[in-house]
């Protein structure tokens, strides 16, 4: 896998994934994540996408939920106190949504969402977008960025959701085709465990 331009570099990067390791990796990440589950938080953000109200306090619960999961507390207060909030991750779901899975959509919602809300960076924006979109967005943090050679930036960011669709797209023939955010989690695993 090729990333870069001609003026910032390039990075090659080599991940093999196969279609048998996503279940276990991502169970094994799901071990390491518990308090609250992946699986409650995106409940959770299910609810919040069925409803057209967005409620403050709902939306607040989600958000400490994810800040929980990502163990990073540190800014959730102030996160907490952007009186638009529900507003902009309202505004941002829907442009996944209206993007139907494209790099290009996720990536200009998760910085459109990091840089109206203090304190919040792409990193944890991507977390809260994934919950609410699991199959159209996916986690972009440092072991990801770092490890993979990849910048902080919206291009960088579509480059690696591009790439896990296209796993997830190599998959689709060979059975039960996972879900965009668990090729993500799988990666994630595999760089945590073997650093490139």
């Known amino acids: 896998m090729l990333y870069g331009d001609a003026h910032n570099g390039f990075s090659f990067v080599k991940v093999k994934l196969e279609l048998s390791e996503v279940g276990p990796l991502v169970a094994e990440r799901d071990a390491g994540y518990t308090n609250p589950s992946r699986a409650s938080i995106e409940e959770r953000g299910r609810a919040l996408l069925q409803s057209n109200m967005w409620p403050s306090a709902e ?46 959509a996720a990536a200009s919602a998760i910085w459109l969402l990091a840089s109206r809300v203090p304190q919040l960076g792409p990193s944890f924006a991507s977390k809260l977008l994934r919950f609410l979109h699991p199959d159209d967005a996916v986690i972009f943090d440092s072991i990801i960025r770092l490890r993979l050679g990849l910048d902080e930036t919206e291009k960088a960011y579509a480059f690696f959701h591009a790439a896990c669709r296209a796993i997830q797209d190599a998959f689709a023939g060979e059975g039960t085709t996972p879900v965009l955010s668990d090729i993500e989690a799988a990666i994630y695993m595999k760089l945590r465990k073997n650093p490139i």
Not at 68 to 73: A, F, K, L, P, Y
Not at 80 to 99: D, N, V, Y
């Open 59 to 104: 939306v607040n619960l989600f958000v400490e939920d994810v800040f929980r999961w990502g163990r990073g507390t540190r800014n959730m207060i102030r996160v907490l106190k952007c009186s638009e909030l529900p507003a902009l991750l309202r505004e941002c779901s829907l442009k996944i949504s209206h993007g139907n899975g494209a790099p290009d």
